[in-house]
């Protein structure tokens, strides 16, 4: 079964990191003390992190244990109620399903309601602009008529500003009634994919109208992202969305990156490939003990070389754990072309195209290879087998791509002869970046070692990368 599409996490009571993959707890009570010593004052804390870095399973995480030691929390998440029109409507609601309805609340709400109604009734606009250009009957009528509507704005705002206060008033007096000297916390997650109105909003709303004792609010963010939809709402690129942000939010606190190869791990197993690998019939396959350890080595070679950021990793390899799943049980493929294949779609979508149609010869298909790929892939360090790993796969990709269709070779001449002095033969090829020497070794292992599978030519792997072909036939 496929799980390319993150899961929802609750995590045990009682156990709230038991599947703390990423060793993130220290920083959950390092967050629990911080909150701790805000809660006299309330506070807004903001943790910043990429998409797909696993904010949404930290907080989950950190709210569980919170609750494990009696917090009263709530888990918001913003942007499965960006349709509603006023963000109000929807904290209030979060509040009421914790705490339930009692009198306290039914009067803090009824007061909210009449914020809510206040602040979303149409503002006059334009009224000057309205008379541009008109004779000057007209501009004394629009004088007059902006200073009655300027007269009446003024009375609004003192009712507004006695209601916000009447507002923050009361929320103050039942969080102090429900609290247990320990703060409420509240968890807002994915606010930077809201629609730009939505997000502006229910910033807005944080810090006007809930900036009291007792509650802190925790945004789990990608800043970036969310500087965007804030030059959005406001129509300008120029604006400086980091500082606007910045009004908003006390403490910013960015997530630490996972070690890559912990990351693999964990999206290893999100993504499922045991029941891949191991499955009936599959684990029949030639090589198919290194099979996994083949696609952990070239995943995280590509990806750490690349520098890749979290949303396109998940992409990238949910991709490749679609293309593997709809290769028939009994197929021989090797794993690092696949990938190597799904990442050249991803990154260089082009000189996938060019491939896949046959529009290179063989030395202008290295050519576009080594310039597409990282340098620092093809740069060998005693501890790193990057390069060797990459040239394998290359040299898979060589030998599938000679094969226009079944038995019927693009260059029949692109074969090994004999070399003195050396174990394997050597190709009518050049290369800038990755060692000849090394690409004829793995040459000479790929011909020999893979029963002549690569005769068969790409179509039959690009095809089910495509989704051309149907599961498993």
Not at 290 to 318: H, Q, Y
Not at 368 to 373: F, H, N, T, V
Request: net charge negative.
């Amino acid at each position: 079964m496929l799980h390319c599409k993150d899961k929802d996490i609750n995590p045990e009571a009682g156990h709230p990191f038991s599947e703390d993959k990423l060793n993130r707890e220290p920083i959950a009570e390092m967050l629990t003390r911080l909150i701790d010593n805000l809660s006299h004052s309330g506070a807004v804390i903001a943790i910043d992190g990429e998409w797909g870095v696993g904010k949404t399973t930290f907080v989950r995480m950190w709210k569980q244990s919170l609750v494990d030691s009696e917090y009263r929390t709530l888990y918001f998440n913003a942007w499965e109620s960006d349709y509603i029109d006023d963000p109000l409507i929807a904290l209030l609601g979060e509040l009421k399903d914790v705490v339930g309805d009692n009198s306290k609340f039914k009067s803090l709400a009824a007061n909210g309601g009449k914020v809510a109604l206040r602040f979303g009734a149409e503002i006059v606009k334009g009224v000057v602009q309205k008379y541009t250009g008109v004779d000057s009957d007209a501009i004394k009528a629009t004088i007059d008529e902006t200073a009655n509507v300027f007269s009446n704005q003024v009375d609004q705002y003192k009712e507004q500003k006695l209601e916000l206060q009447e507002f923050k008033t009361k929320l103050s007096e039942y969080v102090a009634f429900e609290s247990n000297d320990k703060p409420i916390v509240f968890f807002i997650d994915e606010l930077d994919r809201c629609n730009p109105f939505f997000a502006v909003k229910l910033l807005e709303r944080i810090k006007h109208l809930f900036e009291v004792p007792n509650i802190i609010f925790v945004l789990a963010v990608n800043i970036n992202q969310l500087q965007f939809a804030i030059q959005g709402y406001f129509g300008s690129p120029n604006l400086n969305g980091r500082e606007y942000i910045k009004r908003f939010v006390d403490f910013e606190f960015r997530l630490p990156v996972p070690d890559i190869e912990k990351y693999l791990d964990f999206i290893y197993e999100k993504n499922d490939f045991d029941s891949y690998f191991k499955s009936s019939g599959r684990n029949s396959f030639y090589d198919v003990e290194d099979k996994p350890e083949t696609f952990r080595s070239i995943a995280k070679d590509l990806i750490s070389c690349s520098r890749m950021n979290f949303r396109s990793v998940n992409r990238l390899i949910s991709l490749f754990r679609i293309a593997i799943n709809t290769f028939p049980v009994n197929s021989y493929i090797h794993i690092d072309l696949v990938f190597l294949l799904c990442y050249l779609k991803f990154e260089n979508p082009q000189i996938y195209i060019n491939v896949t149609e046959g529009n290179y010869k063989i030395q202008e298909l290295i050519d576009e290879i080594e310039e597409a790929l990282p340098v620092s892939i093809f740069e060998s360090k005693d501890y790193n087998m990057s390069d060797r790993h990459i040239a394998f796969a290359i040299a898979s990709l060589l030998l599938c791509y000679n094969y226009s269709s079944r038995m019927i070779e693009r260059e029949p001449d692109f074969k090994g002869t004999p070399k003195e002095g050396s174990r394997f033969d050597t190709y009518p090829i050049k290369t800038k970046r990755l060692k000849k020497e090394l690409l004829e070794e793995a040459l000479h292992y790929r011909r020999n070692g893979a029963r002549g599978y690569y005769q068969d030519g790409l179509t039959m792997i690009t095809s089910r990368i495509d989704l051309l072909q149907a599961y498993g036939r």
